[in-house]
């Protein structure tokens, strides 16, 4: 049984920074393609970021490009989302998916290819 965990989320001011953090608690990180997503009240849920389970393929939605690193350490079953140059426009809950996988360069980038979510951290961004 896959357990995600994310944690990070707080109050930036615009122009900040914010490390997300998703703790995996089973023992096939290695094999998870990794996403991150967010939501706000009234809209449904919106990719951000994706990865390979090898690491090597990432892929951004263009809102965040630039701006936002998805990155993964396999040692600690720990995937990341750094958040530079935050903008009030990405207030949002932010989840974490896994998806087991076979390849890897692969990566997904819509919320029904993912069968594994965290409960979301919450990320407030002012003006």
């Known amino acids: 049984q896959v357990q995600l965990v994310e944690s990070g989320g707080g109050l930036v001011q615009a122009g900040g920074s914010l490390r997300l953090s998703c703790a995996a608690s089973?023992?096939?990180?290695?094999?998870?393609?990794m996403g991150w997503f967010r939501q706000v009240p009234g809209k449904e849920r919106e990719f951000v970021a994706a990865?390979?389970?090898?690491?090597?393929?990432?892929y951004y939605a263009d809102s965040v490009k630039g701006r936002f690193t998805i990155s993964r350490d396999n040692a600690k079953s720990t995937a990341y989302l750094q958040m530079n140059s935050l903008k009030p426009e990405d207030t949002a809950v932010y989840f974490c998916?896994?998806?087991?996988?076979?390849?890897?360069?692969?990566?997904?980038?819509?919320?029904?290819?993912?069968?594994?979510w965290g409960q979301g951290t919450q990320v407030t961004v002012s003006s």
């Open positions: 998916a896994a998806r087991i996988d076979f390849y890897s360069s692969t990566y997904y980038t819509t919320a029904l290819q993912y069968d594994m």
């Open positions: 089973g023992r096939s990180f290695s094999a998870y393609a």
């Open positions: 990865m390979s389970l090898s690491g090597g393929s990432t």
